[in-house]
């Protein structure tokens, strides 16, 4: 049987990464996957999105590519922007379909946000959001215009294993584990939405194959429950059992005080010629304040269904906890948890020496219900 070819843009990243895996081992017999880096594909040069199209003739196209957070304008509109429009075009000349992954940042502080509750475009949106919402607009109109098969994919803070550069959720917890978070820059009750990535392949292969219901159509893209960040902190605290951090909530002004601070002690380093940025998970610091939650109603009024309606962030937190703590320690990039994990005891020790423990992984795993059984 002759397999169809899929391009995965961004293959080597947390998200594009988790989708290339998903079709080399779910679809190897179906679909040749293919994940050009981003040295033999750039976003940032036309010339390359066209050679490769021509050369691989492809049945669909993922793009989940994206600058790194802290980008200058420069590279996240190239990257962020121009690069998804020029992909939309090769995809529209190829008459295949486009899978374009966007973010929450599009969107404002809210509850229960629907697809249509994008920011308006304005100057002072920060690189990411404002090349991210650009990239909606224009894929958008040329599906409108009827140019383009295309469906967009919006994610919230994504959690799931192979994420390389830390962002995110993941930063979070490394802060967490890494004992550098004092106390909780965050206020009570922030509610966000979080995506599970090895969710999403699911999703994406659907959207593939039932491209009359989902062609020119934008979905949120996130678990059910949204999640109180400061629990999510204490709880990941509790898990590792650290004295830190203190349960004290940093109120913003003073939150964003020290940041503007460290903004002008930056600019002083960079006159005298360091290079220093600020965190880019900073650009995020208004959003630990304000709660941000989207809604998921028209995802599940659709024809797709969650391969994993179990699984949310707090059941997976120990699972990755294990993954990311082994990964950092193998990287030097933390040294405090070498010896727990060298030592790591099976579930049978644990059971035998210290149950408490399992009871509370269990609880925090969740005792709900099975929701899915009550319905049938
Ligand atoms: N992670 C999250 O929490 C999150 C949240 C919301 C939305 N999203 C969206 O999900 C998508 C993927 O994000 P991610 O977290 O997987 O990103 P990531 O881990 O940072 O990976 C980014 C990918 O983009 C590639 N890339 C960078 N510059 C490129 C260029 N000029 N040409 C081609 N490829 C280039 C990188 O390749 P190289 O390594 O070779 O440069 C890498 O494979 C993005 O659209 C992002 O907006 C992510």
Redesign the pocket.
Known sequence: MNKKVGVV?????????TIVNYYKTVHADTIDIRAP???K????EEDDIRRYMIEVNPHFII??????LGSDGQLAY???YR?PVNLARAAAGLGVPLIH?????TLPPGKNLTEQDTLSLRPNLSN?AKS?LMAEKSLHLMARTGSLDYSCVR????YGAH???I???HRLLFSVADESMPVLFTKKNTLHSY?NAKKLPYLVHHMLEHREEFSGQTFNFVDRQPVDLSALILEIKSFLNLNLPKKIYVPFWFATSGKKTLEIMLRLFRRVGLKANLPPELIFLDSFYKSQTLSITKLEKSSFVDPYPWETIHTMLPELIYYYLSRWTRENLITTYKDKLDHEKSVEDIFDQDPQRLLDLVHAQGLNAYSDLSEN
Not at 63 to 68: C, E, G, I, S
């Open positions: 843009i961004g293959g080597s990243g947390l998200i594009g990464g880096s981003s040295k594909l750039s976003l940032r793009n989940a590519a994206m600058a790194n190239e990257v962020n690069g992954m966007t973010s929450a940042a990411y991210k994610l919230a803070i994504v994420d390389h550069k962002q995110g959720f995506t």
